[in-house]
């Protein structure tokens, strides 16, 4: 049986990511960004998990609009950083876990929960900024790394009902994998934000202040809010949020909010981050 040591809901703001990459964490504008984070950053320190699955949204990068996965599983044992227009990231490639990662998705799709098998697949900001904010600029990610996308860039995206009942099946599949790895959890995304048009910068602190206290006490109420809710509430970026609710429903139904920052601004959207513990 995985043991699931902690579930990390956090946005994956690209600006985030570039200023680990160009060591700005001192600058003015990112300093007290960084100074929330490094709890979270001494937290990972002390989780040390083998595993990261990390929920997130592909961007465009490893698919594109000829093919839009609901669900997309990485089984591969090497995930490269994408090349999202500027080169890849200076950022290691991950490690797989292509046994656990099979595991899972037979589990899964045995479930009933039909999601894609990518045997290749490189990650994009989703992924690797997460993976920066936790852990930093190490020469290799201390963690191996186990991709789950759903998407969330073009209509329909699936419920946050069907995210949280799928984060339920990810734990019956832990819970069924004969190893004993230790695995941290990740829903990427959000938190309220609108990249373009004419409420671009939208940034909804009360909407995201209750999307964060009812994921840790009340997640099946928060599965039932709607993408329309997300919408008007958050932003068109804001249904990202959905991917935080896989991490919730992975875990168990009381947890433990070990951790909570909010920071605006990061970019122009709100960045936020939340670490769990099962008690
Ligand atoms: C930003 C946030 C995102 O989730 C994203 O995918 C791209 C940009 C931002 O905050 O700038
Ligand atoms: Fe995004």
């Not at 591969?76 to 990662?101: C, F, I, N, Q, S």
């Not at 697949?121 to 900024?129: A, Y």
Request: glycine fraction near 8%; charge should be negative; proline fraction near 8%.
């Amino acid at each position: 049986m995985a043991r699931v040591v902690g579930g990390v809901g956090t946005s994956h703001v690209p600006a985030v990511g570039a200023a680990i990459d160009h060591d700005e964490a001192t600058d003015p504008y990112w300093a007290p960004y960084f100074d929330k984070i490094g709890p979270a950053r001494d937290w990972m320190a002390d989780a040390d998990p083998d595993v990261c699955i990390v929920v997130y949204n592909d961007h465009a990068s490893a698919f594109s609009l000829q093919l839009i996965p609901t669900f997309a599983l990485g089984v591969a044992a090497e995930l490269p950083p994408a090349d999202e227009g500027y080169g890849p990231r200076g950022v290691p490639a991950a490690d797989g876990h292509p046994e656990l990662a099979w595991h899972l998705a037979e589990s899964l799709i045995l479930d009933e929960f039909d999601l894609t098998i990518v045997n290749e697949m490189p990650i994009d900001h989703g992924c690797t900024v997460p993976l920066s904010v936790m852990y930093g600029r190490p020469e290799a990610w201390p963690c191996r790394v186990i991709p789950l996308c759903v998407n969330v860039i073009q209509y329909p995206a699936p419920t946050g009902h069907r995210c949280h009942q799928l984060g339920k099946a990810l734990r019956r599949a832990l819970d069924a994998w004969p190893g004993d790895e230790r695995v941290v959890v990740f829903g990427t995304g959000g938190m309220s934000h609108q990249l373009q048009g004419e409420r671009a910068g939208l940034v909804n602190l009360a909407f995201d202040t209750a999307f964060m206290d009812r994921l840790v006490t009340d997640p099946e109420s928060q599965a039932a809010v709607r993408h329309t809710e997300y919408i008007r509430e958050a932003g068109s970026e804001g249904i990202e949020l959905v991917m935080w609710l896989v991490m919730r429903g992975a875990m168990a139904p009381e947890v433990h909010e070990v951790y909570r920052m909010n920071h605006v601004p990061t970019s122009n959207t709100s960045n936020g981050l939340i670490i769990l513990e099962e008690r």
